[in-house]
C-alpha cells in the first residue's frame, strides 16, 4: 500500500498529472474561463449576490480544487445548481449566512470523502447520469431565455452572429477556441457601431480588487446552526453529486479514472476557502469541464488557470469585460447547452428498454419541473431501484415434481423483499395428501428478513398438509441469515 501510496504522490507532481501539453493547458483554461464569467455572473444573480462574490467564489474554488480535486481537467466554480439552493437562504437572512453554511457544507464533504463514500456514485445509473445531464442542458437553455424574450433586434442578430461564429469557425480553424473569437468580434462590433445592446456592467457590481479573508459574520450560536444546518446539507449534497457527475463525464472524455472520494473532499476544502473569501459554495461544473477537455485541457494546470485567469479579467481587464455584450454570452451558453445535452438519448428512447427510458424521462421532468438537480437524481436512482427489483423478482420460479411418496418444490432465483409474495404464492400445497415434502433451494439465494420470512411461512403452509417437510440446498449466506432468525436448526 505505501509503494502505491508514494507513486501517486510523486505523480501528483508530474508533467503528465499537471500539464500534458502547457499552451494548450492555458489555451483550454482560457476558454473554460470564458465560458465561467457568463454563468458564474447569471448565477449570482439567481442566488440574490452580487457577480463579485460568484467571481471571487470562483476564482478560489478553482485555485483549491486544483491542488486537492481528485480529477484533472475538471473545471469547478460558483455553479447553478448550488446558487438554485443557495437563494433561499440569502433572501431570507442575507449573505453572512450563505458563507457560514458554505463553511459547514465544506465539512459535510470533507467528512463524505473521508469516509470513502464516493462509492454511493454506483448507485446512480447510466439512465440517471444520462437524464441529470440532459435536465443540466435543458436548465442552462431556459437560463438565456430572459435575456432574448423581450430584446430588441439588435440583440437578436448579434445572438445569431454569436451562433455563426461560434459553429462556423471551427469549420475553417480550430487553433483559436471560436467562444473567444465571438466575445472580441461582437465587443468590437457592438462598440464601433453604437448598439443599443446590454453588456456585462449592466448585471451588478464586478469585482473592485482581490478577495480578502474573512469569517463570517454571524453570531456563534446554535440557533445560527439551526437555520444552516439544512440549506448547508443540501449545498453539501448537491454539490457532491454534482461533481461526482461531472468526474465520470470527464473519466468516460478522456479515458482516464479519478479518485471520487479525492474530489469529494477537495470540493469541501474548496467551499470551506471560498466562504472565507467572501464567495459562495461551489462544484464541479459540466459544461466548462466538457469545454475544457475539448479544448485539450487534460491536467490540473488548466483548472489552476481557468482561476487564475479568472481573476486577471476581472481585475485588469473591467473596463472590456463590462462592454462584452450579453447576447454574445448568450450564444455561448446556448452551444454549452447543446454540447451538454445528450443527443443520442433522445434517439435511443425508441430502442433502449421502457424502464430505463422512462427512469431518464422521470430524472428530466422532476429536475426541471422543481430546477433542482438533487431532487431530479433522488427520483431516479428510486426509480432505478424499484425498476431493478421489479425485474429481478420476475426471475422467481417454483417448479413441482412428485413421485409416490414425496413431492419436491425446487425454487430457482432470488428471493428479497420485491420476489417474497411470489415465492409464497407459488406453492400449490392443496393434493399433498400426507405425502412428504421436500423445498430444495440449491438454485436460490435468501437477501433479507423479508426472504428468510416468506420461507418459514412456506414451510408452515406445506407442513399443514404434509406428513414431513424437509428444507434442502441452503446456501452458506441464505443459511446465516436464516440461522441469525433461528429458523434453520444448525
Known amino acids: 500500500m505505501s509503494s502505491h501510496h508514494?507513486?501517486?504522490?510523486?505523480?501528483?507532481?508530474?508533467?503528465?498529472?499537471?500539464?500534458?501539453?502547457?499552451?494548450?493547458?492555458?489555451?483550454?483554461?482560457?476558454?473554460?474561463?470564458?465560458?465561467?464569467?457568463?454563468?458564474?455572473?447569471?448565477?449570482s444573480f439567481v442566488a440574490g449576490v452580487d457577480p463579485a462574490v460568484g467571481l471571487f467564489a470562483s476564482f478560489?474554488?478553482?485555485?483549491?480544487?486544483?491542488?486537492?480535486?481528485?480529477?484533472?481537467?475538471?473545471?469547478?466554480?460558483?455553479?447553478?445548481?448550488?446558487?438554485?439552493?443557495?437563494?433561499?437562504?440569502v433572501h431570507a437572512h442575507g449573505l453572512q449566512y450563505l458563507l457560514a453554511a458554505g463553511v459547514l457544507a465544506g465539512v459535510v464533504q470533507i467528512v463524505f470523502g473521508w469516509l470513502r463514500l464516493g462509492v454511493l456514485m454506483r448507485f446512480v445509473s447510466g439512465s440517471v447520469r444520462t437524464g441529470f445531464v440532459n435536465a443540466l442542458a435543458i436548465l442552462i437553455f431556459s437560463a438565456q431565455l430572459p435575456h432574448l424574450v423581450d430584446a430588441n433586434s439588435a440583440t437578436w442578430a448579434?445572438?445569431?452572429?454569436?451562433?455563426?461564429?461560434?459553429?462556423?469557425?471551427?469549420?475553417?480553424?480550430?487553433?483559436?477556441?471560436?467562444?473567444?473569437?465571438?466575445?472580441?468580434?461582437?465587443?468590437?462590433?457592438?462598440?464601433?457601431?453604437h448598439l443599443p445592446l446590454k453588456t456585462v456592467a449592466d448585471l451588478g457590481a464586478l469585482p473592485q480588487g482581490l478577495p480578502s479573508f474573512a469569517l463570517p459574520d454571524v453570531p456563534f450560536t446554535?440557533?445560527?446552526?439551526?437555520?444552516?444546518?439544512?440549506?448547508?446539507?443540501?449545498?453539501?449534497?448537491?454539490?457532491?453529486?454534482?461533481?461526482?457527475?461531472?468526474?465520470?463525464?470527464?473519466?468516460e472524455l478522456t479515458d482516464t479514472p479519478s479518485s471520487k472520494n479525492r474530489e469529494c473532499s477537495g470540493l469541501g476544502l474548496a467551499n470551506i476557502a471560498a466562504s472565507f473569501f467572501g464567495g459562495i459554495a461551489g462544484c464541479g461544473m459540466i459544461g466548462q469541464s466538457v469545454s475544457n477537455v475539448r479544448y485539450g485541457g487534460l491536467g490540473r494546470l488548466s483548472t489552476l488557470?481557468?482561476?487564475?485567469?479568472?481573476?486577471?479579467?476581472?481585475?485588469?481587464?473591467?473596463?472590456?469585460?463590462?462592454?462584452?455584450?450579453?447576447?454574445?454570452?448568450?450564444?455561448?451558453?446556448?452551444?454549452v447547452s447543446a454540447s451538454t445535452f445528450d443527443w443520442g438519448s433522445?434517439?435511443?428512447?425508441?430502442?433502449?428498454p421502457k424502464l430505463s427510458s422512462t427512469v431518464m424521462l422521470a430524472t428530466?421532468?422532476?429536475?426541471?419541473?422543481?430546477?433542482?438537480?438533487?431532487?431530479?437524481?433522488?427520483?431516479?436512482?428510486?426509480?432505478?431501484?424499484?425498476?431493478?427489483?421489479?425485474k429481478v423478482s420476475r426471475l422467481l420460479t417454483v417448479t413441482r415434481e412428485e413421485d409416490a411418496d414425496t413431492v419436491t418444490y425446487t425454487v430457482r432465483g432470488q428471493v428479497f423483499f420485491a420476489s417474497a409474495d411470489l415465492l409464497l404464492d407459488s406453492f400449490d400445497v392443496r393434493d399433498l395428501l400426507g405425502r412428504a415434502a421436500r423445498i430444495d433451494l440449491s438454485d436460490a439465494h435468501l437477501w433479507d428478513i423479508t426472504a428468510v420470512k416468506a420461507l418459514e411461512k412456506a414451510r408452515e403452509r406445506v407442513g399443514k398438509y404434509a406428513s414431513a417437510v424437509e428444507l434442502v440446498g441452503l446456501n452458506a449466506h441464505s443459511r446465516e441469515l436464516a440461522s441469525q432468525l433461528r429458523f434453520v436448526d444448525e
Open 158 to 193: 448579434m445572438f445569431a452572429l454569436g451562433l455563426v461564429i461560434i459553429y462556423g469557425l471551427p469549420r475553417i480553424t480550430s487553433l483559436v477556441p471560436s467562444p473567444l473569437v465571438c466575445i472580441v468580434v461582437l465587443t468590437l462590433i457592438a462598440q464601433w457601431l
Open 305 to 335: 488557470f481557468a482561476g487564475a485567469f479568472l481573476l486577471i479579467l476581472m481585475v485588469l481587464l473591467k473596463p472590456w469585460v463590462s462592454q462584452v455584450p450579453v447576447a454574445a454570452l448568450v450564444a455561448i451558453m446556448v452551444m
Open 60 to 89: 478560489v474554488i478553482s485555485i483549491v480544487i486544483a491542488f486537492f480535486g481528485g480529477r484533472p481537467a475538471m473545471v469547478s466554480a460558483a455553479a447553478g445548481s448550488v446558487a438554485l439552493v443557495a437563494a433561499p437562504l
Open 222 to 251: 446554535l440557533e445560527t446552526l439551526k437555520l444552516i444546518a439544512l440549506p448547508a446539507l443540501a449545498i453539501a449534497m448537491v454539490g457532491l453529486l454534482e461533481s461526482m457527475m461531472t468526474a465520470s463525464v470527464v473519466d
Open 6 to 43: 508514494h507513486n501517486s504522490r510523486s505523480s501528483f507532481f508530474s508533467r503528465a498529472e499537471w500539464a500534458p501539453c502547457i499552451p494548450r493547458e492555458l489555451m483550454a483554461g482560457a476558454v473554460a474561463t470564458f465560458a465561467l464569467i457568463p454563468e458564474v455572473i447569471a448565477f
Open 346 to 352: 433522445a434517439r435511443a428512447l425508441l430502442k433502449h
Open 364 to 390: 428530466v421532468a422532476v429536475t426541471v419541473g422543481t430546477d433542482n438537480l438533487a431532487a431530479g437524481v433522488c427520483v431516479g436512482v428510486l426509480l432505478s431501484g424499484v425498476f431493478f427489483a421489479f
